[in-house]
């Protein structure tokens, strides 16, 4: 399977080479990437769980079970 921003990314990464630029690979750049997202949503997700939790309406839980 074609990944066209992976080849992309790889054409980048070649012509910087071959400007004797030193380069990581792609497996490390998509290794460090995404962390600083992936722990941003980490540290909003209490608050998106607290809006999610205000929003729902007030009342006891829905019974267990069939028909609850």
Do not use: W
């Amino acid at each position: 399977m074609r990944d066209p921003r992976g080849e992309d990314l790889q054409e980048a990464l070649d012509k910087a080479a071959a400007r004797g630029e030193e380069v990581p690979s792609v497996d490390e750049i998509l290794g460090f990437v995404p962390a600083p997202l992936y722990l941003r949503e980490l540290g909003t997700g209490a608050q998106l769980v607290e809006r999610l939790l205000t929003a729902l309406p007030a009342g006891p839980a829905p019974a267990a079970g069939r028909g609850g």
